[in-house]
């Protein structure tokens, strides 16, 4: 059980990287078609909720030349570790990512 918990955050680990990018290209679409930060944060969120994570939403920055950066967060699914309350916070996934949309 301890080999898939192990297993399972490292997982979460990386897919949460691309996960995170794919929500900043999102956010990066949608700052180029309005320039609204709102619309951004929105269309980024929806990205990341396909796959159970949320962005933070002051995270989110938008460059001159609209490349969005944002950072997620997630849970990992563990069997074990989410009973013991000291190792909580190694559920708690969190990566940053960058996108940006080419016309």
Request: aromatic share 2%.
């Amino acid at each position: 059980m301890a080999a898939f918990d192990g297993l399972s955050i490292g997982v979460a680990h990386v897919s949460a990287i691309d996960d995170a990018n794919s929500a900043a290209l999102s956010a990066s679409q949608a700052w180029r078609q309005n320039h609204d930060l709102a619309d951004a944060l929105q269309a980024a969120q929806q990205t990341a909720s396909q796959h159970g994570e949320n962005v933070v939403p002051a995270s989110l920055q938008v460059a001159t030349d609209g490349t969005a950066r944002l950072t997620i967060q997630r849970e990992a699914t563990t069997l074990v570790i989410r009973h013991i309350h000291a190792l909580h916070s190694w559920l708690v996934v969190t990566a940053s990512g960058s996108g940006r949309a080419v016309s």
